[in-house]
C-alpha cells in the first residue's frame, strides 16, 4: 500500500541543476536509511546517494562534489540536489527507504541532460 513518490525529473541543459524529491505516501513505522539509485540505458543500477536516519551521507564517485542528498526526518522526506549535471548522468533516478523489515521503492524519475 505504502507508495514511494518522486518528483524533480526533467530535461535540463548540461551544467544545469535539479532537485528531485520523494517521501512516502502513507505511514512507515521506522526508515533507517534512504537512497538514491539511477539506471541508465544499457547499464546496471547505480547507487547515487545514501542518508541513514542519523544524517551521514554516502556518495559514488561519480557524482560525489556535485550531488547532496538531504532529508527531512519529520516528512520521511529526501531530497537529491544536482548540480553541474553532465549527459552522463541521464538516466532514470529511483528512490529507495529502508524500513524496519521491508524496503520501499519509488518508480522512478526521468532525468535527461542535453549536451
Known amino acids: 500500500q505504502v507508495q514511494l513518490v518522486e518528483s524533480g525529473g526533467g530535461l535540463v541543459q548540461a551544467g544545469g541543476s535539479l532537485r528531485l524529491s520523494c517521501a512516502p505516501s502513507?505511514?512507515?513505522?521506522?526508515?533507517?536509511?534512504m537512497a538514491w539509485y539511477r539506471q541508465a540505458p544499457g547499464k546496471q543500477r547505480e547507487l547515487v546517494a545514501r542518508?541513514?536516519?542519523?544524517?551521514?551521507?554516502s556518495y559514488a564517485d561519480s557524482v560525489k562534489g556535485r550531488f547532496t542528498i538531504s532529508g527531512d526526518t519529520a516528512k520521511n522526506t529526501v531530497f537529491l540536489d544536482m548540480n553541474s549535471l553532465k549527459p552522463e548522468d541521464t538516466a532514470v533516478y529511483h528512490c529507495?527507504?529502508?524500513?524496519?523489515?521491508?524496503?520501499?521503492w519509488g518508480q522512478g524519475t526521468q532525468v535527461t541532460v542535453s549536451a
Open positions: 529507495a527507504a529502508a524500513g524496519s523489515r521491508f524496503d520501499y
Open positions: 502513507g505511514t512507515i513505522y521506522k526508515i533507517h536509511a
Open positions: 542518508i541513514t536516519s542519523n544524517g551521514s551521507a
